[in-house]
């Protein structure tokens, strides 16, 4: 089952990974790519976003839909690069509001040492045209790896009108004569 399919019926994921070789509904940005390779964050697998040419070049999820606009919804990453002591990540939104101009803000920074897992994580509201959370290595064009990733947008979710048509206990368990 693929990531959004899990996450629009549950509203939260914890702790995704890669394990059955799909991407899980992650897509890469520009002319790079995301693969399933070995080595994971205590796991098997990981996804790496590889071929990059141009920094921005990142691994996004569309959120679009998954909880109402405006509501906070909380993601992490574990993130690891094997090329350079000490790398940049961040992860940043794309926010298409409905005035049509898209913004990229960021929400989280981190630094990770080549060949260590580090966790990247920060909170964001959905947007109301549209929200991509993307993971990006902002000081070069080499690979990186994520694994994983939660993302909980449980606590954003709520009913628009209460049930209000359920009996009372006391009511339907009553001994009738």
Known sequence: MGFG??????????????EDGTSAGF?????????VVAGGHGSDHALELCDRDADWNSI???LTGFAPA???CAFAAHVRQDTSDLASFDL??????DDGEARYPTVARCKARR????LL????PIGTGGTLPFVCRTDSTDAFRIDDVTVDCAAAYREDEPETSIPRLKDAFAVRE
């Open 121 to 124: 994580k920060g909170t964001f």
């Open 5 to 18: 399919a899990i996450l629009s019926a549950t509203l939260a994921v914890t702790a995704l990974g890669f």
């Open 60 to 62: 996004e999820l569309d």
């Open 92 to 97: 940043s939104l794309k926010d298409d509001p």
């Open 27 to 35: 897509h890469s940005t520009g002319n790079a790519r995301v693969r």
């Open 70 to 72: 405006g509501s906070p």
């Open 115 to 118: 060949g260590e897992w580090t």
